[in-house]
């Protein structure tokens, strides 16, 4: 089930996250048919969406704006899902399609599983290659190296690799996935299981990040990435629109100042849109918001404050460095910012 879906849904069945229906994979050697090629492919996101973000972040990072281009689509869908109203003629300048449920179309018509963001789609033939968000970023970090950038961080150290899965998947099965069941939930059992298991999650990532920078290792990795999409959403929508409200991030010490380290680093903050993040899920999840209405706040000033995380040192881009600025053209606009 997809996001719209379980907005749908909400009142039948529990919200379940529904497998990515494709799962080709572009590698290195090619071998579902899909080698790494510099243009060849377009990435499809909502700035709205964190499961997209990981894949916005990920391109930063490893210094791919070149060689993958970047679609963002408008943040509120309509009856045919995401689209592309926020370019001039309601359609991508690179792919020439208004809706991405196009690209779907192209790959498999009628495929179930439904339109969903990050997408990779094929720009020679416009169809769609990947929407398996779990497996994309990996693929990023280590499929892609030859067209990574000078300094690019190793996000998926192979030697940790253990760790970080473990770490990963406890991540995302109580935090990433914890707050969209909870927000889902269609009876009181349910929303407060899931509530519950999200915090008893964040306190114990809390206890581990006190005394260490990052989640696993000394630098900056995928695990990394995952936890941030969902902790710089958290008091924006999660808090108040999905109802995890035990807490606000800002009122934990340890996890809100790492959330702000991460921010504040090159390739993190500034891909998010908080405009983009509140009027998706406000607007577009009606089954638990009728009104629409965005709230105004909250006070987004704070993510811009010093958070004191270099006195535990770490290297936050192990032997490599930060990425540049953003790519002309890609910049959050000031109403998505801080
Ligand atoms: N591909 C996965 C995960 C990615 C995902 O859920 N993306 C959301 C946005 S955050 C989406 O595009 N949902 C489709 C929709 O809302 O129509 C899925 O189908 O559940």
Known sequence: MSDTEGNRAYGKKSFKRSKSHFADRVTADGRDGWPVEAGRYRLVVSRACPWASRAVISRRLLGLEDALSMAIADPIQDDRSWRFTLDPDGRDPVLGIRFLSEAYEA???????????????DVPTGRLVTNDYQRLTLDLATEWTALHREGAPDLYPADLRA????VMA???EDVNNGVYRAGF?????????????VFRRLELLSERLEGRRYLVGDTITEADIRLFTTLVRFDAVYHGHFKCNRWKLTED???????RDLFQTPGFGDTVDFDHIKRHYYQVHTGINPTGIVPLGP????????????ELGGRPFGDGSPPGPVREGEEVPAAGRP
Not at 107 to 121: D, F, H, I, K, W
Not at 163 to 166: G, V
Not at 253 to 259: E, G, I
Not at 299 to 310: F, I, K, M, N, Y
Request: proline residues 7%.
């Open 253 to 259: 010490p340890v996890l809100w100042a790492y959330s």
């Open 163 to 166: 760790e970080i899965d473990e």
């Open 107 to 121: 790959r498999e018509p009628g495929a179930p599983g439904g339109v969903s963001v990050p997408a990779l789609v």
């Open 299 to 310: 006070d987004l000033s704070g993510w811009l404050t010093s958070h004191g995380r270099e």
């Open 170 to 172: 406890e991540v995302y």
């Open 185 to 197: 939930a269609n009876g009181q059992k349910k929303y407060a299981a899931a509530c519950e298991g």
